[in-house]
């Protein structure tokens, strides 16, 4: 009633006899990881830079400055491209932008305590740190419920 299957699997054919991938790139995980952590400093860098348009602060500018640094190491001393925000931009919500900033801060620290990158775990979870701080003197509520473990982490 059935056919049987005449062709070889698709994962056959793409392997040699050797069981070797061909012509497939692949990274090791600790590269994986660098790709990941760059990301994600370089996210929480864009986040930084939107928050600076919402008024002077010594904090944010030397962050942002850290942040570029941390990520242009990650990236084989590529500098992150940052697009200025122009002058006529509204700043979003400090509020939302500080709870995005946490959380980007807490993947930073999980990818980097995983790839034990000490600068970048410390950046990260004093960047989770001054957010959640923002947000607890800006009165927008409950710092968010991972900080406490995330930022344990990577001390």
Known sequence: ???PIRSGSSRRSVHTTAGTPSGVPHRSREEE????????LAALLAVTDELRTTGPSADLDAAAERLSEQVARLRGGHAPVRAPVPASHTPG???ALHRRAHALAGRALVVAASRADTAAAILAAERMDAHAAALEQAGAGEQPAQHAE???AAR
């Open 93 to 95: 919500d400090a509020a």
């Open 33 to 40: 990881l660098e790709i990941q952590l760059a990301g994600h």
């Open 1 to 3: 009633m059935y056919e």
């Open 150 to 152: 995330l930022s344990g």
